[in-house]
């Protein structure tokens, strides 16, 4: 698939290692970001995800305006696909249909395993001794698209879910590469 304009989506420590990575991509694509304010964490990304789009001249668009125009966003980009990283709201149905059924979503594990939400605390309870990201297409069911890449991440016995989230933030930007 050949992606020219991407409207990315994304929160959370893994959104923002997309947003810095996104300079070395600015020949091949062109990016909008959505993002929002993330509640009840230990320390929400949302600001540092707009600094970094300003920082690079992308637009970027709130949540809320997502929400009522994210149809026209779409149009008015030219969107090709819809990437999600660290991303909790669906994509509506008329935007789907805009890109094509284009609509990437990564996944905190070795997808089926794991699938839905807080799969890297789930693995860790678990006792699980890797984990990983999978890169996906959005489907109907909750994490059941077909899989386009995914990397195994090895868990050490003292890790905790921010140390997998830094070890996996490197391949987070892969989803940029994927053709």
Same mark, same amino acid.
């Given at each position: 698939m050949k992606l020219n304009s991407i409207v990315l989506?994304?929160?959370?420590?893994k959104g923002l290692a997309v947003a810095k990575s996104l300079q070395r991509f600015r020949s091949l694509h062109t990016f909008t970001i959505c993002t929002f304010r993330e509640e009840n964490v230990a320390e929400c990304f949302q600001n540092r995800i707009l600094l970094e789009?300003?920082?690079?001249?992308?637009?970027?668009?709130?949540?809320?305006?997502?929400? &009522? !125009?994210?149809?026209?966003?779409? =149009?008015?980009?030219k969107a090709d696909?819809?990437?999600?990283?660290?991303w909790r709201y669906l994509v509506p149905d008329e935007v789907v249909t805009l890109v094509q059924g284009n609509?990437?979503?990564?996944? &905190? !594990?070795?997808?089926?395993?794991? =699938?839905?939400?807080?799969?890297l605390p789930t693995a860790l309870i678990c006792g699980e001794k890797e984990t990983g990201v999978t890169f996906?297409?959005?489907?109907?069911?909750?994490?059941?698209g077909a899989v386009y890449w995914q990397k195994a991440i090895y868990i050490e016995d003292d890790d905790t879910?921010?140390?997998?989230?830094?070890?996996r933030s490197p391949y987070t930007s892969k989803v940029l590469r994927l053709r």
């Amino acid at each position: 698939m050949k992606l020219n304009s991407i409207v990315l989506c994304l929160a959370t420590e893994k959104g923002l290692a997309v947003a810095k990575s996104l300079q070395r991509f600015r020949s091949l694509h062109t990016f909008t970001i959505c993002t929002f304010r993330e509640e009840n964490v230990a320390e929400c990304f949302q600001n540092r995800i707009l600094l970094e789009a300003g920082r690079q001249g992308i637009r970027h668009v709130a949540l809320p305006e997502w929400r &009522d !125009s994210a149809g026209q966003i779409v =149009r008015e980009v030219k969107a090709d696909a819809i990437i999600c990283i660290g991303w909790r709201y669906l994509v509506p149905d008329e935007v789907v249909t805009l890109v094509q059924g284009n609509v990437i979503v990564a996944h &905190d !594990s070795l997808l089926p395993k794991f =699938r839905g939400f807080a799969p890297l605390p789930t693995a860790l309870i678990c006792g699980e001794k890797e984990t990983g990201v999978t890169f996906l297409r959005a489907s109907a069911v909750v994490d059941a698209g077909a899989v386009y890449w995914q990397k195994a991440i090895y868990i050490e016995d003292d890790d905790t879910i921010r140390d997998l989230i830094k070890k996996r933030s490197p391949y987070t930007s892969k989803v940029l590469r994927l053709r």
